[in-house]
Structures are given as structure tokens and as C-alpha cells.
């Protein structure tokens, strides 16, 4: 029943959690370093929530409709991205972050299959 509210919302539903199982992979390094990178990868649960079309109630979804929600971010001396995409009629998730701070990198990956939770 509730993954059929994930496709059943509407546009202008602006509030929404999901629950998502999926894999999430890390990958660390230095970007001056070669071969410093590390990656680690496993299956992990994930909740996601938004509110007024706002990831974290705060990060703004560009794109809001009954089959796809995206929302991206970044900071304009590429230091942080952001990118999270919902596909609401496959009910699956991509969620990316990387982050460059001192040289050091980290890029999180995460893939899962959602579902709508009701508080």
C-alpha cells in the first residue's frame, strides 16, 4: 500500500518521507596524493524526508513532479555537491554527495528502492 503512495502523490505535494534499502558506497582520498583512495561499499537502510519541496527542509528541488523529484546543490567553489534524484514511478532512489575540504575527498553513493513512510 504506501508504495503506491509513492507514485500517487501529486505536484504539488511539497512533504514527503521515504524508506528506502539500498547500497551506499564511500570512496575517501587526497586529491594531491595518488593512489590514497579508499572505497567502501554496503547494504544499508535510509531515510529521506522533505519538506515544502525542500530536501532536509532546506535544499531546494529543482524539478517536483508526480514521476520524478531532483534536487541539487553546490557551492560555487567546488567544495560540496549535492545531487539527489527520486525516480517515483520505479520507487528508487540516487543520492551523491561530495565534499572537498583541504584537499581531502569524499564522494558517498547511495542506490536504493523507497518506500512512503506516514508519521
Given at each position: 500500500m504506501s508504495v503506491l503512495?509513492?507514485?500517487?502523490?501529486?505536484?504539488?505535494?511539497?512533504?514527503?518521507?521515504?524508506?528506502c534499502l539500498g547500497s551506499?558506497?564511500?570512496?575517501?582520498?587526497?586529491?594531491?596524493?595518488?593512489?590514497?583512495t579508499t572505497s567502501?561499499?554496503?547494504?544499508?537502510?535510509?531515510?529521506?524526508?522533505?519538506?515544502?519541496?525542500?530536501?532536509?527542509?532546506?535544499?531546494?528541488c529543482q524539478q517536483w513532479t508526480e514521476s520524478l523529484i531532483r534536487c541539487e546543490t553546490s557551492l560555487p567553489d567546488g567544495s560540496f555537491y549535492q545531487l539527489l534524484k527520486v525516480d517515483r514511478v520505479k520507487h528508487e532512489l540516487k543520492h551523491q554527495v561530495y565534499k572537498n575540504e583541504h584537499g581531502a575527498v569524499e564522494e558517498t553513493v547511495f542506490d536504493g528502492t523507497c518506500e512512503t513512510t506516514h508519521p
Open positions: 503512495a509513492l507514485a500517487s502523490c501529486t505536484s504539488g505535494d511539497g512533504d514527503l518521507t521515504l524508506k551506499k558506497h564511500e570512496l575517501h582520498g587526497l586529491s594531491d596524493v595518488p593512489r590514497s567502501r561499499a554496503r547494504d544499508t537502510h535510509r531515510t529521506f524526508s522533505f519538506t515544502g519541496q525542500k530536501f532536509k527542509g532546506e535544499y531546494a
